[in-house]
């Protein structure tokens, strides 16, 4: 009889973590599309930021301040300081989502001497915080950002936050790192290096050079420049907060199917064995009562 | 016809106007600006305030937060963070937000919270006076 017990809390069990899994995926689904359709809200916006980008440059004159295009290559590779913004995200249960960036972080930190980390999540600041605290790394501490529901306004705090540093020396390279979704079931850790800007990162083509007629800036070129580069940034990073977080939502979507569908077997397996073992016990009973009955005749 | 150019306001958030337009006002750092069709090339910042733009004669308005500008001969293209119909604000909030601002701006912070508080108060005064000046008249 105890056999009969023990399946029966198993089964039980089972049902209360499918309900979870199965909660969490509707949730997953639904925070998925909410952050697509924001996503292709903002695409226009940003395709024309980008192509305004180009055109300015394109058309601006000479003597325009570049300083966020200063590659400061007078900086030897192994002295220079390097920021990273790392995106994970606030929780587990994704597959191997935090997994992919973190060991993606860690590649890229061993190529330098120092690194600087920006964590955007808890799972990742979690983890990055605790070999801080052995000494190995640097982690900004003040940094605290969440992954859920990216806005505007958050990528326009950390858009600020790295021009500064980048304006004062304290970082020489600034770089992203997020997932990005390369269709609707695959989805990569991917690298995007924000500062110092690049011109060429604006032209796709050579053809596209060629100088327009020259437009008039008001109030000056700097003024207009130094408008643009944080308005870009910020464009930047809001793309990259989406894209990590339409590719979580993913990466827990399918990992919870997945595990509302093994759920599932096991049921199957054990309501099978919970049966048996309900027969065999009814067997065993209905023998002892025809054993006794025969005996009690005799 | 010759007397309109092709307008596009793109908001972070959503496009808000393409189409055709026979006249543009923005607010730019140097006071208000107006673009009638064949203006001359130009790049410029867009500061928070009231943009109004004349479609088949008829003004339309908009509270814009900053942005920027681009101006052909023939296309203007306007680039704000935020962009509402004077009906789309809740003034409620935006008194609420103002309010938020100004208090926080009596507190000591530093240059960076205080530009932050500043630009907040900025955008929550100029929701309020749009949609006060246009919800009037309905």
Known sequence: MGNM??????????????????????????????????????????NKLLYAMRS????????IDMRYFDQREEIKPEDRKVGYIVITADKGMCGSYNHNIIKLTEQKMAAHKQSH???????????????????????????????????LYRSRRIAEQMLKAFDE????????IYTDMVSSIAFEPKILQLLPLDAEHFVQSKGEITKHHEAVFSPS????????????????????????????????MSAMDSATTSAKDMLQDLSLQYNRARQ??????????????NSAEL | MANTFQLEILASDRPFYVGAAEQLVFPTVDGLMGILPGHESM???????????????????AAISEGFAEVRRD??????????????????????????????LLHKQSIMQYYHSQAALNRAMNRLKISKRHNHEI
């Not at chain 1, 440059?57 to 003597?63: G, H, I, K, Q, Y």
């Not at chain 1, 130094?226 to 990590?244: C, Q, R, W």
């Not at chain 1, 065999?280 to 009955?293: H, K, N, R």
């Not at chain 2, 943009?51 to 308005?61: A, S």
């Open chain 1, 5 to 46: 017990r023990e399946i029966r809390d198993r089964i039980k069990s089972i049902n209360d973590i499918m309900k979870i899994t199965n909660a969490m995926y509707l949730i997953s689904s639904s925070k998925l599309k909410k952050a697509k359709k924001d996503l292709a809200a903002t695409q226009p916006y940003f």
């Open chain 1, 56 to 63: 300015i440059l394109s058309r601006a004159p000479e003597d």
């Open chain 1, 117 to 151: 980390l920006y964590v955007m999540g808890q799972v990742g600041r979690m983890y990055f915080q605790r070999r801080a605290r052995a000494g190995e790394l640097d982690v900004d501490t003040e940094f605290i950002y969440t992954t859920q529901n990216p806005t």
């Open chain 1, 169 to 176: 020396g304290k970082l020489d390279d600034v770089y992203i």
């Open chain 1, 221 to 252: 070129p700097n003024i207009v420049m130094e408008h643009l580069t944080p308005n870009f940034m910020k464009g930047m990073i809001y793309g990259a907060m989406v894209d990590s977080f339409c590719s979580e939502q993913q990466a827990r």
């Open chain 1, 280 to 293: 065999a016990a009814i067997t065993q009973e209905i023998t002892e009562i025809v054993s006794g009955a």
């Open chain 2, 43 to 61: 790049v410029t910042i867009v500061s928070p305030g009231e943009l109004k733009y004349l479609v088949d004669g008829e003004w339309h308005y």
């Open chain 2, 75 to 104: 296309y203007v293209l306007v680039l704000g963070d935020a962009i509402e119909l004077p009906e789309e604000i809740d003034a409620k909030r935006a008194a609420e937000a103002a309010e938020r601002a100004k208090e926080r």
